[in-house]
């Protein structure tokens, strides 16, 4: 995003941060306690998204992963990371993750929740696949 692209929103993590908890709480809301727990996302206390981030003076970039689906055998395979945030207590990776698939109605409806929350806060426009693959070509980073 280009600075100034949401009015009073600043290229700092944490204000990035909270910006999405608002946007993604318009989607989530209806399907459980949604919220930005420190970095991740979660209903109660059960994390189902991660994201990063790339910030420089004038834009931002948030790139979100949402844990549709898991086999639980190879979650049984993970060991729990040495840095975790607080709100997992040392949980195993069975009791501190859940899958999205069990809270929303299907992924077809979850994408078009989350497209039309954004046809709301943005002017959407649809381009070929062309188009995207030459504009994701730019880079639009260096010297900003």
């Not at 989607?27 to 930005?36: C, E, K, T």
């Not at 990063?52 to 060991?79: G, P, V």
């Not at 859940?98 to 979850?110: C, E, N, T």
């Not at 696949?129 to 639009?140: G, I």
Request: charged share 25%; net charge negative.
């Amino acid at each position: 995003m280009q600075e100034g692209a949401i009015p009073d929103l600043e290229c700092f993590p944490v204000p990035v941060m909270r910006w999405t908890e608002q946007f993604y709480n318009q989607v989530f809301q209806q399907h459980g306690d949604f919220r930005l727990q420190e970095h991740d996302y979660v209903f109660g206390d059960h994390k189902f998204g991660g994201n990063a981030q790339a910030i420089t003076s004038k834009r931002w970039l948030h790139h979100t992963s949402f844990l549709w689906d898991y086999d639980t055998e190879n979650m049984l395979a993970l060991r729990n990371p040495t840095k975790q945030p607080k709100y997992r207590e040392g949980r195993d990776h069975q009791s501190f993750l859940v899958k999205l698939k069990d809270y929303v109605q299907s992924r077809q409806q979850f994408l078009q929740d989350l497209l039309d929350n954004a046809a709301r806060q943005f002017d959407l426009e649809e381009v070929s696949l062309e188009e995207a693959s030459e504009a994701l070509s730019k880079d639009y980073i260096r010297g900003n």
